[in-house]
């Protein structure tokens, strides 16, 4: 203030001094006055607007990860019965169920007694990717299977892989978003199943009360949740652990207190932390071998993303800080 007077005084004196015409006065005034407030606002401004910029980098990353979503599904999706892709499957889970999680053969057989499936039953698969484990899970069963997927061409991948397996008349694919209330009425289901991809979605509270809307009395619900904190874990781990997309990362006790918060009965809880340890490094290891035609395919920087995303999913759950467990649940009955 005190400089834009000093300003005014100084513009007046020597506009007289050099007889400048009395009418150019105010506006040279007005125009110096403008520019010595304008110019410090604007220079405070843009400071303050570095500094946020600063601080967005600083919290998305402590210069090891940057923070950036990484493709974890188009490249699995768009070319899911390649060969290769098929192959760095089978190096990775051992048996090419066709799934892109963590999952094993050996869950799944164990899971699906866990369900209690049958001929006629009706299982729903959320979040099922290109549908290989609910497939594989009505070829054992006789159980029928709605699977939803938000991304696209995993529900194509699944439909087409249920008519190649002769499975097209039991089971079918759509693309839902499953953070979304469903379209089916209460009571659809015998038993819902999520594999690696409850973190997916934002309000898990809600999402628990819908699952538990859809299922019949008596039927039962699985899912696994792989992104349990179990011990502190830097920003940057979850920043890489986290670049797929959206992750919900949970608190020790926390599923389970939703579970009774949305009615359902807890029969068990599992924890499966050690083979998403060894599933992480052989996906990253057959990736790995096959880098050449990967990168061809994926672009570096999603190439490299992907194998980060590997490398740091199996050191924290190695060193149990980021753990994953199964849930089974029983919706009770009426009465
Ligand atoms: C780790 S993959 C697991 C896929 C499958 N369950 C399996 O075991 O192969 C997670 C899946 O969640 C899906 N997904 C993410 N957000 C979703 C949403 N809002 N609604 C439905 N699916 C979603 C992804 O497209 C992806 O297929």
């Keep these: 203030m005190i400089s834009a007077i000093v300003l005014l005084a100084f513009?007046?004196?020597?506009?007289?001094?050099?007889?400048?015409p009395f009418l150019w006065l105010p506006i040279l005034a007005t125009l110096g006055v403008g520019v010595s407030c304008g110019l410090p606002l604007f220079l405070l401004m843009r400071q303050a607007r570095l500094e946020r910029a600063a601080d967005g980098e600083r919290a998305a990353g402590d210069g090891k990860a940057p923070r950036?979503?990484?493709?974890?599904?188009?490249?699995a999706y768009a070319n899911f019965a390649s060969n290769l892709y098929q192959k760095i499957r089978e190096e990775a889970f051992g048996e090419d169920l066709g799934q892109n999680s963590w999952l094993t053969a050996g869950e799944l057989q164990k899971f699906a007694g866990w369900l209690r499936l049958g001929p006629g039953l009706r299982l729903l698969d959320v979040a099922c990717g290109s549908?290989?484990?609910?497939?594989?899970?009505?070829?054992?069963?006789?159980?029928?299977?709605?699977?939803?997927?938000?991304?696209e061409q995993a529900t194509a991948n699944a439909n087409a892989l249920a008519r190649r397996e002769g499975l097209a008349g039991r089971a079918t694919f759509d693309r839902l978003d499953a953070s979304q209330s469903l379209p089916w009425p209460p009571?659809?289901?015998?038993?819902?199943?999520?594999?690696?991809?409850?973190?997916?979605?934002?309000?898990?509270?809600?999402?628990?009360a819908e699952w538990a809307r859809f299922l019949k009395p008596g039927g039962r619900l699985l899912f696994k949740d792989p992104i349990?904190?179990?011990?502190p874990l830097s920003h940057s781990e979850i920043g890489v652990r986290g670049s797929g997309g959206f992750y919900l990362f949970v608190p020790p006790g926390e599923d389970e207190r939703l579970l009774r918060a949305a009615g359902f009965a807890l029969?068990?809880?599992?924890?499966v932390t050690d083979?998403?340890?060894?599933?992480?490094?052989?996906?990253?290891?057959?990736?790995?071998?096959?880098?050449?035609?990967?990168?061809?395919?994926?672009g570096d920087p999603n190439f490299d993303g992907q194998q980060e995303f590997f490398r740091v999913s199996e050191l924290i759950a190695r060193e149990r800080r980021l753990s994953?467990?199964?849930f089974l649940a029983r919706k009770p009955l009426e009465g």
Excluded: Q, W
Excluded at 11 to 20: D, M, N, Q, T
Excluded at 68 to 75: E, K, Q, S
Excluded at 267 to 271: F, I, R, Y
Excluded at 275 to 290: D, L
């Design 11 to 20: 513009i007046v004196v020597e506009g007289r001094r050099l007889e400048i």
């Design 68 to 75: 950036r979503v990484v493709g974890l599904y188009d490249a």
């Design 131 to 151: 549908g290989g484990p609910s497939l594989r899970l009505a070829k054992l069963t006789g159980c029928d299977v709605v699977g939803i997927d938000i991304h």
């Design 187 to 208: 009571a659809s289901f015998d038993a819902v199943m999520c594999i690696d991809a409850v973190n997916h979605l934002p309000d898990r509270r809600s999402v628990l």
């Design 228 to 231: 349990g904190v179990t011990i």
């Design 267 to 271: 029969e068990g809880v599992e924890d």
């Design 275 to 298: 083979n998403m340890t060894e599933i992480a490094r052989r996906r990253g290891a057959a990736r790995a071998a096959r880098e050449a035609e990967l990168r061809a395919i994926e």
């Design 324 to 326: 994953r467990f199964a």
